[in-house]
């Protein structure tokens, strides 16, 4: 059975918008390269600092491990149908979530906590979502449907609405929203 269009759409918003940065239709190292300089200017963290250097760290260990589960070709680059093929496995099954899977989403989890709180609140979500090129009112429409009337989003709700986005065939499931797009 092959992926559903909706799920494909997730997909594909997700690889273009917060993987595919440099555009050029794969993701590669350079995407990575690209994304630690996004996110270190946007929380500040200048080079040598700790948070810049264990952005870097991390970063480069989630394309590390997203490279050796979905580069089935080894050819440095993670294409279209090598990303849905990877996460469609993981949708059927994500007891076997991967370790890279896991940083990339606790890592995605402490940028979006600025506070440092333990918790994601409207303003901490759209502004990070917002830095990928996405509507700021839009983010906050996406962060009350993931939220659900709350007005914060723990680790814990995260971690849920994570596996949501991967797996949901249901439109309307909160976790469909967890980076800022409201429809597919």
């Avoid at 690209?34 to 948070?51: D, F, S, Y």
């Avoid at 952005?55 to 490279?67: D, F, P, S």
């Avoid at 149908?81 to 007891?95: G, H, L, Q, T, V």
Wanted: net charge negative.
């Amino acid at each position: 059975m092959s992926i559903s269009d909706f799920r494909k759409k997730k997909l594909l918003f997700l690889f273009n918008v917060f993987f595919d940065v440099n555009q050029s239709g794969e993701i590669d190292v350079k995407d990575f390269e690209l994304a630690i300089e996004r996110v270190c200017q946007l929380r500040g963290w200048t080079i040598g600092t700790p948070k810049n250097q264990e952005t870097h760290t991390v970063m480069l260990e989630i394309w590390e491990g997203l490279r050796s589960k979905a580069d089935k070709d080894n050819d440095g680059q993670v294409s279209v149908e090598e990303w849905c093929n990877m996460w469609d496995a993981y949708a059927k099954d994500p007891s076997t979530v991967m370790d890279w899977q896991n940083k990339y989403m606790n890592f995605m989890f402490d940028l979006e906590d600025a506070s440092n709180d333990g918790g994601i609140d409207a303003s901490e979500f759209a502004l990070v979502c917002s830095s990928y090129g996405l509507e700021k009112k839009e983010c906050e429409l996406a962060f009350k449907k993931m939220a659900r009337g709350q007005d914060e989003v723990t680790r814990e709700q995260f971690a849920s609405l994570w596996e949501e986005y991967f797996s949901s065939e249901d439109p309307n499931a909160p976790g469909n929203f967890i980076f800022g797009k409201t429809s597919f």
